[in-house]
């Protein structure tokens, strides 16, 4: 299965008073970048939901973000710690008894001081419980939107595969015209430029140069490569890397056809050889 290494999901869940959402994003990567931003009370679980991730995703740079918010409709939005607070305002007061001119601080400045506000205890099992339902369920949208878009550069690659063989198959076509071609060509400027010519010797130069043009053994290197492309395609696997590799191979052949070719349409064909393969190229970098 294909899957492509952009993606985004998000969904959330209720657990006793709090609202707890879950967001997946992901973009490409060379391995399995996994970062986790999680508020100080879901901190552990940490190492669960990080185990988790990595058990479904082989590559990309994941960012998985868990946020939570209390339903006020359930009774206080939090719960005001009195201790903390007496000892706040006398180190306040300590400290402006030192202060020439010392300030005054509203409530909502106290309730803001770490500490203050308490949130109402939920079981942790619990609380870790309903965290993991939550973030399988969005793994599940993360990974299904992965597959689909796989599915599409899956169709993009083999579109272009097909158009390859197609100019591969216009090259050996167009190839035994070419030397054709060359041999007339040098015959005749060779007739033109010594009166009493060797075409014994020259017969053998023209068999040198027939055998350092022809392309015979690249095309068939090119068509391999792509047979392995198209065949890497349907691999369940994570073939990213795999098809890498093979758009470098594919690289080096059309380089070889162009630097080999004689022909304006050769050159040409060459030409867009390369182009597919830099969009395949482009295209493979979102695959996992």
């Known amino acids: ?12 869940i209720e657990i006793g008073d709090l609202t707890l959402n879950c967001e997946l994003r992901s973009v490409n990567h060379r391995y399995c970048d996994i970062s986790l931003r999680l508020p100080d009370r879901l901190r552990f679980i940490e190492a669960d939901l990080r ?13 998985c973000t868990l946020n939570y918010k209390k339903q006020a409709k359930n009774g206080p939005a ?8 007496a000892t706040l305002l006398a180190a306040a007061s300590s400290i402006e008894q030192q202060m020439q001119a ?25 609380l870790a419980l309903g965290v993991a339902k939550l973030v399988d369920k969005t793994l599940a949208q993360f990974m299904a939107a992965r597959e689909r878009e796989g599915a599409q550069l899956k169709t993009l690659l083999e579109e272009r595969c097909a158009k390859m063989l197609d100019f591969a198959a216009q090259a050996a076509k167009r190839m035994p015209e070419v030397l054709v071609l060359i041999r007339n060509r040098l015959k005749d400027r060779i007739v033109e430029l010594v009166a009493q010519p060797d075409f014994d010797r020259l017969e053998q130069e023209l068999v040198l140069l027939t055998q350092k043009l022809d392309i015979a053994e ?43 070719s004689a022909d304006k349409e050769m050159t040409q064909i060459a030409i867009e050889l390369k182009v597919l393969i830099e969009q395949m190229r482009e295209q493979i970098q979102n695959i996992e």
């Open 78 to 85: 939090f719960i005001i710690n009195t201790d903390a607070v």
């Open 51 to 63: 185990a988790t991730l990595a058990a479904k995703i082989n590559r990309g740079k994941v960012e």
């Open 218 to 260: 690249e095309l068939d290197r090119l068509e391999t490569h792509i047979a392995e492309v198209l065949r890497v395609l349907q691999q369940k696997d994570p073939v990213g890397r795999r098809l890498d590799f093979l758009m470098q191979e594919l690289n080096r052949e059309a380089n070889t056809l162009g630097s080999k």
């Open 1 to 12: 299965m294909i899957r492509s290494m952009t993606a985004f999901a998000g969904s959330e």
């Open 102 to 126: 010392p300030l005054s601080f509203s409530a909502l400045e106290v309730l803001a001081f770490p500490g203050i506000q308490q949130e109402p205890d939920i079981d942790k099992e619990q």
